[in-house]
């Protein structure tokens, strides 16, 4: 496991959504995680990676009879169409693991560029619903970590920062930035993003919930 993800290796909960199959680092955090729920759709992609979920989660539709009928009582249906399967798992996770100081998000890319934009701007939302956990997204190419209040990441100096709000006017101050976010108001998606760190930590503040993204530094890429 890299440094990068060496935080979030044994998360308390990983939850599958029925994106690109994880693999590398992404992976093994799914091999180590305490407690794997995957999304309905993506109980294939977890037997192929040799790991039964300990609950699937979602509203049956992607999943055959057969299937649900092996799972038993670790299927949980949710019927109803007004949110993902991903936010039914996460909402799941809270409940049944209210514990869970971590929470990380695997296979949510990777086959549908218009879920993937919803996966990660459903972030801040879900996290905003966890009584005590960490929120992170990890993709094969990096990861995404959600903010409330204020927070403080290790980094190297030129490492790619971007800080996104996904509600408009989110007010952010940051140490650690080449571009400093001092009292920036985040009033268009664009407006945090492709920044780098000038410091060994970055230090963000923000009046509402934001996403930070950073990419799998390159001495770590294959």
């Not at 029925?18 to 590398?24: D, L, V």
């Not at 929470?103 to 801040?124: E, K, M, T």
């Not at 903010?147 to 989110?170: N, Q």
């Amino acid at each position: 496991m890299t440094e990068f993800l060496a935080d979030i290796a044994d998360a308390d909960v990983a939850i599958l959504a029925n994106g690109a199959m994880p693999c590398g680092d992404a992976a093994e955090i799914l091999h180590r995680a305490h407690f794997l729920v995957a999304c309905d759709g993506a109980v294939e992609n977890a037997l192929s990676l040799g790991r039964m979920p300990d609950f699937v989660v979602g509203d049956g539709d992607s999943t055959s009879d057969s299937k649900r009928d092996a799972m038993g009582e670790r299927f949980v249906c949710v019927d109803e169409q007004e949110t993902n399967d991903l936010a039914k798992a996460f909402r799941f996770s809270c409940a049944r693991f209210p514990e869970a100081k971590t929470i990380v998000v695997l296979g949510a890319h990777g086959l549908r560029d218009d879920h993937f934009i919803g996966n990660v701007s459903l972030l801040p939302d879900l996290a905003e619903e966890s009584a005590s956990a960490s929120v992170s997204m990890v993709t094969e190419s990096g990861r995404f970590d959600v903010v409330l209040g204020r927070r403080t990441f290790r980094t190297h100096v030129g490492e790619p920062v971007s800080v996104f709000a996904f509600r408009a006017g989110v007010g952010v101050v940051s140490d650690g930035l080449v571009w400093p976010l001092e009292g920036v108001r985040l009033d268009a998606l664009w407006r945090g993003a492709l920044n780098r760190a000038d410091k060994e930590t970055v230090t963000l503040a923000a009046d509402g919930p934001i996403v930070v993204y950073r990419p799998v530094p390159a001495r770590n890429r294959s």
